[in-house]
C-alpha cells in the first residue's frame, strides 16, 4: 500500500505564498510522474502541474509562472511552490503519484487533500 500525506495548505492574502508538500510512503519501489490537481468550489478537479521521474515539468497555463513544481527523489516528496496567488487558486488541492510498488505494477494514488484559500 502507498499512503500520500499533504501539507502545508492555509489560508493567505492575495499575492502571498504557500508552499504545498506531499510524501508517499510504503512499499514504493519507483514512483514514475508525480502531479498535483485542484477542485475549486463548486467546480471540477482540473490539472495543475506534473513533474516526470526525469525532472520535466509542466503547467497549466492559469498557475504558469507563478507556481513551480519539484520533487525529492530521496524522500518520495512532491512540492508546489505557490507564489503571487490570486483569490481564483481557492481550492482544495491533491497530489497523485503514478509508482510501483513491491507487490504491485504501475498504479495511480490520490492524497486526501490540502485546502488552499486565498483572500482578496
Known amino acids: 500500500q502507498v499512503q500520500l500525506v499533504e501539507s502545508g495548505g492555509g489560508l493567505v492574502q492575495a499575492g502571498g505564498s504557500l508552499r504545498l508538500s506531499c510524501a508517499a510512503s510504503?512499499?514504493?519501489?519507483?514512483?514514475?510522474?508525480m502531479k498535483w490537481y485542484r477542485q475549486p468550489p463548486g467546480k471540477q478537479r482540473e490539472w495543475v502541474a506534473s513533474?516526470?521521474?526525469?525532472?520535466?515539468?509542466n503547467y497549466a497555463d492559469s498557475v504558469k509562472g507563478r507556481f513551480t513544481i519539484s520533487r525529492d527523489n530521496a524522500k518520495n516528496t512532491v512540492y508546489l511552490q505557490m507564489n503571487s496567488l490570486k483569490p481564483e487558486d481557492t481550492a482544495v488541492y491533491y497530489c497523485?503519484?503514478?509508482?510501483?510498488?513491491?507487490?504491485?505494477?504501475?498504479?495511480?494514488?490520490w492524497g486526501q487533500g490540502t485546502q488552499v484559500t486565498v483572500s482578496s
Open positions: 497523485h503519484i503514478v509508482a510501483v510498488t513491491t507487490t504491485a505494477a504501475s498504479r495511480s494514488y
Open positions: 510504503g512499499s514504493i519501489f519507483s514512483i514514475n510522474s
Open positions: 513533474i516526470s521521474s526525469g525532472g520535466t515539468t
